[in-house]
């Protein structure tokens, strides 16, 4: 699963807009949309996404 499949399906799990799923994350939207489109986030937001999705009891494989 690609990191943007990995987003896509927290927005879905969790019935997130992008915008919403940014704010939680403490991201900016534009960015969350660059993820979803692809773009490989640095490691400091890749660790801040993850640690979000183990606060919410989500688990998933980090590598992909």
Known sequence: MT??????YIRGKLLLSQ????KE???S????NRWE?????????EC???NYCDSKG???EEKE
């Open 58 to 60: 989500i688990k998933i």
């Open 37 to 45: 489109n692809g773009h490989k986030p640095t490691f400091v937001l």
């Open 19 to 22: 915008e919403a799923l940014a």
């Open 3 to 8: 990191f943007a499949e990995k987003v896509k």
């Open 48 to 50: 801040k996404f993850y």
């Open 25 to 27: 994350i403490g991201v």
């Open 29 to 32: 939207y534009p960015t969350l």
